[in-house]
């Protein structure tokens, strides 16, 4: 969703603002500007475009670099929520009293998240005599505060002052025509941070924003307002208390986020999984399969249920979390949709260890989950990819998934690590609740981290000239379709929902994930020859009763696609296409969807690229969903 990047320095203010917006184009977004200060005039300069930042770019150049000498800068990546896209309601924002058509502005903000009160507080300012140009909640915010600069307060106690009027969450920067080497930026509730430079300094809602610009970040804190110049970064309660605050490293290269001679970032980090996985085990699991979770500071002995809080491709994560630990520890899992489970009275005591999953570690609905989870006084941990994100400051211990940055709205590589980790999770609950003997723990132990070398065999199979053959004829399938099915049992249920929602977050192909035991009752009535079934085989009980299920689908007319061990007989039968796997990969039945996902990856790329789609931006979806 929307991003934020600020700068203050004398090293290329607008190229560093774009460079920015750049690297926060997967967040999804609509529309792009920028609000500059220059020291020789009394406006703050400011140039916003509907649509891709190519618009904004194109814009600028008409400036024929007349904007060197900018100082400080902010710019916006807004995604809507309160208006349409279109320029007036793009981000900055700029505010004066009785100046009813403000086009430029003594005071520019930009804003993530939502004013929850904007309403009240436009009315009041229209009584004022404030005119509104845009039909966003952000305006409020930057009328606010030019009220104030205008009256002669400085940026700072202006936005201190200004953040006691706001309800909702949100992270602003602001400039000002009168402080031009000066950022100020606050939040509540949504995530900024700020980067530290010589002789210069960095605002970002993301750290992805300054790969490559610095690696040394702060965190402004809840409530905290950050004042940036080139040679300070000042953090203050609002009453103006100086905040001692630690930095923190990050080490993702630039390349981490460069396409590194892939199409598209979703292939790239399709293929990046064996070395996220096994960054992701390092560490926790030595060669002899011995598990190391020291570093949860959590008695997991003291646990009598868990409750796994997340959304999209996480909660998926979450409910292949509940089979595995359900199985291996005889403990009750209940796998909870964030947005549902915030305002569902939830239950839970001080032995409840509630798992909240998130990739970005900023996702609005799994931070009100987690908040609930607090309010029963249960044990929270956070799983995520992101160090330092909100969801790790609101966590009793944290287990961090180290996937790298993950770029492609379409969650591949951090879904896997994420399995990852729930399978270290079972692990210690298992070694905690003495469920499973040492010896059964160490080979799941050793399995597990031959993980990453099942994968590349996998992608190796795959992208084979058999594999390829395969894969087109599967694409070939979908050609026509008008929806389809993903069928899975036992582990492979949470794989088929993963597949389906792969499929129609990119191909917007409607797509049912089922249990294949379950489909007999709802879904069969779409079986025909415009809905491709998708069949994963599992292993023992699971296969044959899934083979069952597809001559189900077969008899009705269904075109079947199965995801099957490499020369599987039955698979081929069934199947015009069949997705091979070594047959090595699925002998752990526990542990084959890390495996069993990457063909449904594959194969909702292909169909998407297939159709001509943009696999790395879907239409209407953002990558970090910051509000509810
Ligand atoms: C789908 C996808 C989303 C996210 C969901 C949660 O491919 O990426 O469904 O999984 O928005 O995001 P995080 O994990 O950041 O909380």
């Keep these: 969703m929307c991003g934020i990047v600020g700068y203050v320095g004398e090293n290329g203010c607008v190229e560093v603002l774009m460079e920015g917006l750049g690297h926060l184009e997967y967040r999804g977004y609509d529309s792009a500007g920028l609000a500059l200060a220059a020291p020789d005039t009394d406006e703050i300069w400011r140039v916003r475009r509907v649509g891709p930042l190519r618009n904004l770019t194109e814009a600028l150049a008409e400036t024929n670099g007349s904007l060197g000498g900018v100082r400080s800068g902010i710019g916006h990546t807004r995604w809507a929520t309160h208006g349409r896209p279109t320029e007036a309601n793009a981000h900055p924002h700029v505010g004066a009293a009785g100046n009813a058509r403000a086009e430029a502005g003594r005071v520019a903000v930009v804003h993530n998240g939502i004013v929850e009160n904007h309403a009240g507080l436009r009315r009041e300012l229209e009584s004022r005599g404030h005119g509104f140009v845009s039909e966003t909640d952000t305006e409020v915010i930057a009328h606010l505060l030019s009220e104030r600069v205008e009256a002669g307060e400085g940026l700072r106690e202006a936005v201190a002052a200004t953040l006691g009027r706001l309800t909702g969450s949100f992270a602003i920067a602001a400039v000002s025509a009168d402080e031009p080497d000066t950022i100020v930026a606050a939040r509540h509730q949504s995530p900024l941070i700020v980067g530290l430079g010589e002789g210069e300094n960095f605002l970002a809602s993301a750290v992805q924003a300054l790969v490559g610009r610095t690696r040394r970040f702060l965190v402004v804190e809840n409530g905290e307002i950050a004042t940036i110049t080139g040679s300070k970064v000042g953090i203050t309660t609002p009453d103006g208390r100086p905040v001692e605050r630690d930095y923190f490293e990050v080490d993702w290269s630039p390349e981490a986020v460069e396409l590194g001679g892939y199409e598209?970032?979703?292939?790239?980090?399709?293929?990046?999984?064996?070395?996220?996985?096994?960054?992701?085990?390092?560490?926790?699991l030595d060669t002899e399969g011995n598990l190391d979770l020291s570093e949860l500071d959590l008695d997991l002995t003291d646990i009598d249920r868990v409750v796994v809080a997340a959304c999209g491709t996480a909660y998926h994560a979450g409910l292949l979390g509940k089979?595995?630990?359900?199985?291996?520890?005889?403990?009750?899992?209940?796998?909870?949709?964030a947005s549902e489970y915030r305002y569902s009275d939830p239950i839970g005591d001080g032995r409840t260890l509630v798992v909240a999953i998130s990739q970005s570690g900023e996702t609005t609905d799994t931070l009100a989950a987690v908040e609930s989870a607090r309010g029963f006084g249960g044990k929270v941990l956070a799983l995520t990819n992101t160090r330092d994100s909100l969801i790790t400051r609101e966590a009793d211990a944290v287990l961090l998934t180290h996937a790298g940055p993950e770029i492609a709205v379409a969650s591949t590589k951090a879904f896997t690590t994420q399995i990852a980790a729930m399978y270290l999770l079972a692990l210690g609950l298992a070694e905690a609740r003495g469920t499973l003997p040492e010896d059964g723990r160490r080979e799941l132990g050793q399995e597990l981290r031959r993980s990453p070398d099942r994968v590349e065999e996998a992608l190796a199979l795959l992208e084979g000239e058999d594999g390829v053959s395969r894969m087109r004829r599967a694409v070939g399938i979908f050609e026509e379709a008008r929806c389809s099915l993903f069928l899975g049992r036992g582990v492979s249920f949470p794989i088929a929902l993963e597949g389906a929602l792969k499929l129609k977050e990119i191909s917007y192909l409607p797509s049912e994930g089922y249990p294949a035991g379950e489909m007999k009752h709802g879904p069969i009535a779409l079986v025909d020859d415009y809905c491709p079934v998708v069949a994963i085989l599992g292993h023992g009980v699971y296969r044959e009763k899934t083979l069952s299920n597809v001559e189900e689908t077969m008899a009705r007319g269904a075109r079947v696609i199965t995801v099957a061990a490499e020369g599987d007989p039955e698979a081929e039968r069934v199947a015009e296409s069949t997705l091979p796997l070594p047959a090595s990969a699925l002998e752990t039945p526990e542990l084959s969807p890390l495996v069993v996902c990457v063909p449904l990856q594959l194969l909702a790329y292909h169909v998407a690229k297939f159709r001509g789609l943009d696999v790395d931006k879907p239409r209407n979806l953002a990558k970090s969903v910051t509000v509810e």
């Design 323 to 337: 089979t595995v630990i359900e199985r291996l520890c005889r403990i009750p899992v209940d796998v909870e949709i």
């Design 264 to 284: 598209d970032y979703m292939h790239k980090e399709i293929h990046e999984q064996p070395g996220a996985l096994a960054r992701t085990l390092s560490g926790r």
